[in-house]
């Protein structure tokens, strides 16, 4: 357990004494005082963190169809969310699921990820209807906690217990966030402070600064990485930075997993708001790079794979229609592409023959039946960096 330092921190209060004794910590309200230090290195990533997320808005907008590279990205992002907090279940895992209803070795797992997805969805559309507030924080952990092993940690309900994080109980914690009694005050402040429209903050700044705060509440008693990462991209939504949930952090917050939680604790102990700030958007400037690398690619093997198909003649029509189909669920069966396209089995059948002798799609499962065909070039290039961490 650490000692908070710098009047920018905030303070300890003593819930136990003795053996087990312990404190927990209480953060000062956003936004830092003193104010926040723009030196000339914040200034320069905040103007290249922008910069960035400008080029992945005019990348994604090349697309054909750049709601389907909206719709992969998200289930990426929802399985890297869910890993760092300890499931198991792949992306492949997830799109079978979601598909079909199908379960592998890890059902809970799929579920959790599952849901990461449908919070995401939800949460964005009731900012059409709803400001950034406890109401909409407490119902995205709702849906995110529904039907899973969290199920009974009382969804969409701050903690009315202690958390702790790390160790096995407060006394032996790395972090012990505030008491049960000053959550709802907490997150009143963290409240005003996404509401106060007259701080002159840029709104990559205040996300981020928002992330960290509701990370060092921790106001649920499970789903709170989640739900805070979460945030980010519904703050940069709201403050009309980004048109459409592109941007996501798990993936630098899991490769750099001891450095977020480093930067995070100088917070908590030091008061160092520039110095999270600076890990942070170099993440989003990163993440938006990558995304960038990944649409043009995608565009590249778009080209590419619909000039072979127009090859076919007759037989391109149902191939291309296959084609489409593909970048949104890139993994297929007979069975699944008659019935999403409207076509017979033995025309599903052909189409998926096609696209596998033009070197699109490759059979995966190994069987005589029920074969399973993957779009796999396409695949990695989502799957990217996914597996690496």
Not at 167 to 178: K, L, M, Y
Not at 344 to 370: M, V
């Amino acid at each position: 357990m650490f000692k908070a330092t710098s009047e920018r921190a905030g303070k300890f209060l003593v819930q136990q004494s003795g053996e087990n004794g312990f404190s927990a910590f209480i953060p000062k309200i956003l936004p830092p005082s003193p104010p926040l230090k723009y030196d000339d290195e914040l200034l320069a990533l905040l103007v290249e963190a922008r910069g960035a997320l400008g080029r992945l808005d005019g990348a994604t907008s090349l697309l054909p169809n750049p709601d389907l590279f909206l719709f992969m990205f998200v289930r990426k992002e929802a399985v890297l969310s869910s890993q760092i907090e300890g499931t198991q279940a792949s992306l492949s895992e997830l799109i079978e699921y979601e598909d079909v209803g199908k379960r592998k070795s890890n059902p809970d797992d799929v579920q959790e990820v599952s849901n990461y997805v449908k919070a995401m969805d939800y949460g964005i559309a009731r900012l059409e209807t709803l400001p950034l507030s406890l109401r909409l924080i407490r119902e995205i952990h709702a849906k995110l906690l529904e039907g899973t092993r969290g199920g009974n940690k009382t969804p969409g309900r701050f903690r009315s217990s202690q958390n702790w994080i790390g160790g096995t109980r407060p006394s032996d914690a790395r972090f012990v966030p505030p008491p049960p009694q000053e959550v709802i005050n907490c997150m009143g402040d963290l409240e005003l402070f996404l509401q106060n429209k007259n701080l002159r903050i840029p709104a990559l700044i205040k996300a981020g600064l928002a992330h960290a705060q509701f990370e060092t509440i921790h106001p649920f008693l499970d789903g709170n990485g989640r739900v805070g990462r979460l945030l980010i991209t519904l703050i940069l939504i709201h403050e009309k930075v980004l048109e459409k949930p592109l941007l996501y952090l798990s993936l630098y917050f899991k490769k750099y997993r001891d450095a977020y939680y480093d930067h995070l604790n100088a917070i908590r102990r030091d008061g160092d708001w520039e110095g999270w700030l600076k890990f942070y958007l170099r993440g989003v400037s990163e993440i938006s790079i990558q995304a960038v690398h990944a649409a043009h690619a995608i565009l590249k093997l778009q080209e590419i794979h619909r000039k072979r198909i127009l090859q076919l003649g007759k037989a391109s029509f149902s191939a291309m229609q296959l084609f489409d189909l593909i970048f949104q669920k890139p993994k297929v069966t007979v069975n699944m592409v008659s019935r999403e396209l409207s076509i017979s089995l033995p025309t599903a059948r052909k189409a998926i023959q096609n696209l596998e002798k033009l070197a699109i799609l490759k059979e995966t499962s190994g069987k005589q039946r029920d074969r399973e065909y993957l779009y796999e070039q396409y695949f990695d290039i989502i799957l990217s960096g996914i597996e690496d961490y």
